[in-house]
Every structure is written in C-alpha cells, then in structure tokens.
T-cell receptor
Framework: GQQLNQSPQSMFIQEGEDVSMNCTSS?????WLWYKQDPGEGPVLLIA?????ELTSNGRLTAQFGITRKDSFLNISASIPSDVGIYFC???????????FGGGTRLMVKP | DGGITQSPKYLFRKEGQNVTLSCEQN?????MYWYRQDPGQGLRLIYY???????QKGDIAEGYSVSREKKESFPLTVTSAQKNPTAFYLC????????????FGNGTRLTVT
C-alpha cells in the first residue's frame, strides 16, 4: 500500500525557533492533511491542502503541497511550549477510501 | 456542540477478558474508523465503516470486532484473541467525500495485565 514517510522523527528545539518538517511518498497524493496530536489526546486537523503548489497558512503554521504531488512540508514559526506534540501528515489512498498516515514527527520545545 | 466522544478515557482489564470501547458522534458523518496507536508510533487502521450495518477490516483487524447498528455509534471490542491489546485507541469519523478530513475523538487508553 501507499506509505508516507515523515522526517524528522523527532525534534527538540528552543522556544522561539522556527521548525520545519516534511512528508514524502513514492506515489502521488491529491490531498495532503496535517494533524497535531497533543499528549494523551486525539489528533486535530491543522491544515488541509488540495492543490499542487498550494501554500496555506494557519497562524504561525504554514504548509505547502509539493508540485510533484509526492511531498508536503509544514513550518512552524516562533515556536512556543504549547507546540509540543506529534505532527502527522495524511492523505487519501489510491481508492480514495482511507487516509494513510505518516509515522509522525514528535516535537519537543524547551522554554 | 458537535463532536466525537470516546469513553472511557482509561480502561483496565485482566488478560483473557473481552472489552468494548465506546465511540459516539453527533456530526452526522457516514464514515467511522478505529485506529490503534502504540508508543512512539503512527496510527494503524483496525476497522472502518461507511454505512450502517456494514464495516470493513483495516490493516490490523485480527483480534478485534466492531458493529455499526446506528449511524452515530461504532463500538470496538478487543477480544481475548488480540495478543497485544495494551494501546491507545482512537475513533474517528468523516463525511464520505474522499477529501473530507477525519475528526478524532480523544482516545481510550487500554491497559491489559
């Protein structure tokens, strides 16, 4: 089946730093979704991307849908302690029935 | 407010017992899903349902069972056949539109000893 590879697997940064993480696939995706999971909670949708080349912002978060449709990245500017969590990328499988999830990027922010 | 509710938040069981996790949504979503998450891991699909009285196996269905008697409810039973049941279980729902994002519950942490 399709796989999404996220990198890095984990990041430990200082408060105020900018963060960048990405998601790649060997096959084309028509939609990219970015979720954040706070510790002990369910994932929450951050940004949805529906068009190749699309760049979308949500506050301090910016995500882009790669032109090749095989990758996407998420940037967080001026990180704060509440940015801590696991960030997942996801996209519908070939049949469009199921979401495939990446393995997640665990972000830790030092105050 | 519309949302998806999982209960209980924490569940403890003895090995060999079946246990049922509850998931209810009032978002009027047709599709519902169960995922399993192990520490430091991503999400793995157990079962999903796109319509009442019908459901499909996901990637790791062995040792689990589900039912979908009502649109709003999609309970998951972890049976004694599941060899490593201790995990964080997440329920989600969505519209049937292929681009529709999933809405997740807050999870149930199951510990089996």
């Amino acid at each position: 089946g399709q796989q999404l590879n996220q990198s890095p697997q984990s990041m430990f940064i200082q408060e105020g730093e900018d963060v960048s993480m990405n998601c790649t696939s060997s096959s084309i995706f028509n939609t990219w979704l970015w979720y954040k999971q706070d510790p002990g909670e369910g994932p929450v949708l951050l940004i949805a991307l529906y068009k190749a080349g699309e760049l979308t912002s949500n506050g301090r978060l910016t995500a882009q849908f790669g032109i090749t449709r095989k990758d996407s990245f998420l940037n967080i500017s001026a990180s704060i302690p509440s940015d801590v969590g696991i960030y997942f990328c996801a996209g519908p499988d070939n049949a469009g029935n199921m979401l495939t999830f990446g393995g997640g990027t665990r972000l830790m922010v030092k105050p | 407010d519309g949302g998806i509710t999982q209960s209980p938040k924490y569940l403890f069981r003895k090995e060999g017992q079946n246990v049922t996790l509850s998931c209810e949504q009032n978002l009027n979503h047709d599709a519902m899903y169960w995922y399993r998450q192990d520490p430091g891991q991503g999400l793995r699909l157990i079962y999903y349902s796109q319509i009442v009285n019908d459901f499909q196996k996901g990637d790791i269905a062995e040792g689990y069972s589900v039912s979908r008697e009502k649109k709003e409810s999609f309970p998951l039973t972890v049976t004694s056949a599941q060899k490593n049941p201790t995990a964080f279980y997440l329920c989600a729902s969505s519209l049937l539109d292929r681009d529709s994002p999933l809405h997740f519950g807050n999870g149930t942490r199951l510990t089996v000893t």
